[in-house]
């Protein structure tokens, strides 16, 4: 094992972001020997990605907030010590930067000063670790999110860090890619003996591989920590009630998928779709999405899966087949929901983006929630109604005057269905709606939906969540990867920027 472990240490660190009232983090006391593997869990909003952001130097300064107390990264400040610490963000959208996956690597280690030779030996071999088998000339445009995620990594495992920061690095991954994940982190930390922090809610993945769990308490402070087993044994039910997933059992209190059959809602004959025109991911798709059932759509990354609930939610134009609604959802709207207008779309078809930020246009939580219900010119006392109900149900009302760009990944993804839940459209097309929810959150979301399925709504949900899958989806369509395409080579990839 190598040496190249950084060590953490914290006295009474704390962060509160501008114009917040409540703290992120407080309070926080906690020490991280070099090569030490932790596993950091805490309830949605518990300061963890804060955290992560702190020790990677990236937090902002005095006019992004107020800091309490230390935090020193190898004794000095981690500002101070950028490249010391590689980070791996909840939204790897954020993380892509250049037009080419090789030139997307290469890039954290170009600012290292890292050799030319040294770079290009590192890309191909972090690619492959993380099982992102494409060529170095593919371009970042055409990836999925499930693919951006693993090309993040990549970037990230490229620089060989000291302190490994990963920020629910397998949420938007297939069970094949959380597996190919796990164990290139393994790989590396023990090759490197780079000490790993890592954020996840569910437990099982990371378990056997950390050495100690963290768990923060969402009032301040450590509410548990020491070895998984122990830790997991010894406070397991009081860290279930907190919000840790302690076990991945499905909640006994949540709906089953029934056998209730409703109106035909959306239908699909070799429907295909695409991204680019010309160039359909997915083909030869036949469904019927029923008022009251939820269709689950899952498959491995780059399938096309968000490229379908895009195209079942009107906002991408079919490749081809036919994609038409029934009378009783068009309303005399037209069969072709891509020809809809905004305004129609509102009541009949709400869509949740993959990245949550993408449909964010308010300056505060509440403002955001208003949006839709006051474009559908509803009664201002109604809206009121609407929202505090959402605010409350969710978890949310404590953030109401917050900006919706400075809430943890958990607290957007609630938010961005939120807003879609405030118009109560008839259909919901919602991708990776359970993202970053700690077990208390994930069941309160998934209960929103199984009510909107009582009462008549459809759901389409995108999703490699198999516990959602099982407490709601009556249907599950399990659409098939693509021929992947040759995999990376040594070689600099022509009209290269180096």
Partial sequence: MGTNGAAVRARGWGWRHAGRSAWAVRDLDLDVEPGERILLLGASGAGKSTLLHALAGVLGGEDEGETQGSLLLDGALPEAERGRAGLLLQDPDSQVILSRVGDDVAFGCENLRVPRDEIWRRVPLALADVGLALPLDHPTSELSGGQKQRLALAGVLAMRPGLLLLDEPTANLDPEGVREVRD??????????????????????????????????????????????????????????????????????????????????????????????????????????????????????????????????????????????????????????????????????????????????????????????????????????????????????????????????????RLSVATVLATRPDVLVLDEPTFGQDSRTWRELVGILAELLDDGAAVVAVTHDTLLVRALAGRELRLTAPPTPSAPTVAVPSGSRR
Avoid at 189 to 209: F, K, N, P, S
Avoid at 284 to 294: K, Q
Wanted: glycine share 12%.
């Fill in 184 to 413: 290139a982190v393994g790989r590396v930390t023990e090759t490197t003996g780079a000490t790993l922090i890592v954020v996840e809610h569910r437990v099982d993945v990371w378990r056997d591989l950390v050495d100690r769990v963290v768990v923060l308490a969402p009032g301040g402070g450590v509410l548990a920590e020491g070895p998984p087993d122990e830790v997991l044994g010894r406070e397991g039910a009081r860290l279930a009630e907190s919000g840790v997933w302690v076990t991945d059992e499905l909640p006994a209190t949540l709906r089953r998928p029934g056998t209730r059959t409703g109106d035909a809602l959306l239908e699909a004959d070799g429907l295909a779709v695409a991204r680019v025109a010309g160039r359909p991911v997915a083909s030869g798709i036949d469904l019927a999405l029923v008022a009251g059932t939820a269709l689950a759509v899952t498959g491995p990354n780059g399938a096309g899966k968000s490229t379908l609930g895009l195209t079942l939610a009107g906002l991408l134009k079919p490749a081809g087949g036919d994609l038409r609604t029934t009378a009783s959802l068009a309303r005399g709207a037209g069969p072709a929901p891509h020809a809809w207008r905004s305004r129609e779309l509102l009541t009949r078809i709400g869509t949740v983006f993959q990245d949550p930020e993408h449909q964010f246009l308010a300056p505060t939580v509440r403002r955001e929630l208003e949006v839709g219900p006051a474009a559908l010119r509803l009664p201002v006392s109604e809206i009121a109604e609407r929202v505090d109900s959402l605010l409350d149900r969710l978890r949310l009302s404590g953030l109401a005057d917050a900006n919706p760009f400075t809430l943890s990944g958990g607290e957007k993804r």
